[in-house]
């Protein structure tokens, strides 16, 4: 029986759909027309001019300074909760799964919004900090699970191997299962850096004066049509940075012990 080609076509079909506007965008970054309608010439001069705005080179800092703080907090936070989920079977720890997943599903604009009326309510000032705080609730989410799924396959009989033989409950976690652990903890710190340096609509929602993001300011470039080659330079160069941190973060899931 002659096998179909429709899940060829279709798959080729949604590659397409996804990657192409992608490659015009990195395209156009090279382009010396203004608008990017029609290919006037190879050019790296928006690459350029990206160097001299000082407004993108300031949110790019907070950018960074928020996802670091962000990752390192949600690696300590999912870690612990994935040790929670693992180890105890219990009504409560089916409602500690809801409230982990429920970051991922909920759309980020009723985020957003529910995050401000917080702060709001408890009179905290938007800024920095109220960022920071609101990338963690989502951040957490995603250490948890690729933490979890890693534990799904540990083998704890190498934690009571390590007790036999004179360890205490510190040492057999610091020297044992901290490092069997590290490569999914660090690809979940990687992906959580990636989904809090990308975040538009929950950061747009709780950030204050001087606390804007690059994306914040993207968006504010995209409005005036006369910057649009130096978005998207930039938008390459967050691209690559994008591809790398994930290939990375797959490498880690994928490493061995």
């Known amino acids: 029986m002659k096998s179909s080609r429709i899940p060829l076509i279709t798959t080729l079909g949604v590659l397409v759909f996804f990657y192409v506007p992608i490659g015009i965008l990195v395209l156009n970054s090279f382009n010396r027309s203004r608008f990017g309608t029609t290919w006037q010439g190879f050019t790296t001069q928006w690459f350029a001019r990206l160097m001299e ?5 300031l949110a790019l800092m907070n950018s960074l300074q928020i996802a670091v703080i962000a990752s390192l907090v949600s690696m300590v936070l999912g870690t612990c909760a994935a040790f929670a989920l693992q180890t105890y079977r219990s009504r409560l720890q089916d409602y500690h799964q809801l ?6 599903m909920l759309p980020e604009i009723l985020m957003g919004m529910s995050l401000l009326l917080i702060f709001v309510m408890i009179n905290q000032p938007l800024g920095m900090l109220t ?4 990338h963690i609730t989502f951040c957490m989410s995603y250490v948890t ?9 540990f083998d704890f ?3 009571d ?26 690809a979940g710190g990687l992906l959580a850096f990636t989904v809090s340096i990308d975040d538009f609509v929950v950061t747009f929602f709780v950030k204050g004066p001087g606390s804007d993001t690059l994306p914040v300011v993207i968006y504010s470039m995209i409005k005036k049509s006369r910057e649009f080659p130096v978005v998207n330079a930039l938008s390459s160069i967050l ?11 797959q490498r880690l899931m994928q490493k061995k012990s």
């Open 99 to 104: 409230l982990i997943n429920i970051p991922l």
């Open 161 to 186: 191997a390590a007790r036999d033989l004179g360890s205490s409950r510190w040492q057999a976690f610091y020297k044992v299962v901290l490092p069997l652990l590290a490569p999914g903890i660090l």
């Open 131 to 134: 960022v920071t705080l609101a």
């Open 145 to 153: 699970l690729v933490v979890l799924a890693r534990l799904q396959d």
């Open 53 to 57: 705005r000082d407004d993108l080179w």
């Open 239 to 249: 691209l690559l940075v994008t591809f790398i941190a994930v290939w990375a973060s």
């Open 157 to 159: 009989q190498i934690v």
